[in-house]
């Protein structure tokens, strides 16, 4: 959140373990992922409960805590992190097989949301797979953008009538996190009893014959286990926000950081 340049600096949070606030504050380093070095710490034989204080109002992000016992430890990074990464949490872990879907949805903000919900609602076996514990994406708690999209209109009186079972009616944007309705994007999923929903599953990968063949499965990591989950479709939909499945399968992709909103048009 860095680059925002808000007040207050979006981002900054402390850790709390056993119940007292670690020195370190975290999170304001700079923009782009890194590791912090937070100091030492005491912890105690047997259980040790480890929490985290946002100190913004905006969701501190933090990807992980690493704790070691070598004193002047240095951790991976780039390449080498994700491999070490999978084996810290799941030693020699294969994947698992997820099962088989008629449709494979990534990604669970609204366009996700909305395809997941339609294909159950005509009785397609559906896998919803969201990296988050929360559903709406840009439009959920986290983020805070609120919908405001034109639905049900003139031509297309049926078109968003999905969305409007789960759209917020936030009176801010960005609002108060209880504003986006993040509880009643769940329950209108898990009352579909055809769509299983894979909450905390980031899709890393894509299974195919050869590149820029069709989809075979989607990989998935389980973010708090480690474990890979692989979903294997007939057909596979990409609401990643940013193409993420298309690109993994060889598709042309290109991702700009500067003066667009919506479609690259080059
Ligand atoms: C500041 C701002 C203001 C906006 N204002 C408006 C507006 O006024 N009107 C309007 O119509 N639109 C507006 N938009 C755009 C609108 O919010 C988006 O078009 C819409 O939310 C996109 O929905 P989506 O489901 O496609 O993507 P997202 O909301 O981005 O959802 C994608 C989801 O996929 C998940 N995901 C991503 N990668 C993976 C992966 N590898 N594995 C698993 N899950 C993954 C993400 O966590 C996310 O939950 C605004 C956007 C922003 C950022």
Not at 124 to 149: C, H, T
Not at 219 to 224: F, I, M, T
Request: aromatic letters at 8%; a neutral charge.
């Amino acid at each position: 959140m860095a680059p925002w340049k808000a007040p207050g600096k979006p981002g900054r949070f402390q850790v709390v373990i056993n119940g007292q606030t670690h020195p370190e504050e975290f999170g304001a380093e700079g923009a782009d992922w890194h590791w912090q070095a937070g100091g030492s710490v005491s912890l105690k034989a047997g259980k040790n409960t480890v929490a985290l204080r946002d100190l913004t109002g905006f969701d501190g992000r933090c990807d992980a805590l690493l704790l070691s016992n070598v004193p002047g430890y240095t951790p991976p990074e780039g390449k080498t992190l994700a491999e070490a990464r999978k084996n810290w949490l799941n030693p020699g872990g294969k994947p698992e097989d997820a099962g088989e879907f008629d449709l494979v949805v990534v990604g669970g903000g609204y366009a996700g949301l909305g395809a997941a919900i339609s294909a159950a609602r005509q009785s397609l076996k559906v896998a919803l797979i969201q990296d988050r514990f929360v559903l709406g994406g840009n439009g959920s708690s986290e983020i805070g953008v609120w919908a405001m999209g034109g639905t049900m209109r003139g031509k297309y009186p049926r078109l968003g009538e999905i969305v409007e079972e789960f759209a917020d009616r936030a009176p801010d944007s960005p609002g108060l996190p209880e504003d986006f309705k993040d509880a009643l994007k769940e329950t209108v999923c898990r009352n579909e009893k055809t769509l299983s929903l894979f909450l905390g599953h980031f899709a890393h990968g894509v299974v195919q014959d050869a590149p820029g063949a069709a989809i075979q499965a989607v990989a998935a990591l389980d973010v708090r286990s480690g474990r890979e989950r692989v979903f294997r479709g007939k057909l596979f939909v990409d609401c990643t926000g940013h193409g993420t499945v298309g690109a993994l399968a060889g598709a042309k992709h290109s991702m700009l950081e500067k003066g667009h909103m919506g479609m690259a048009l080059t």
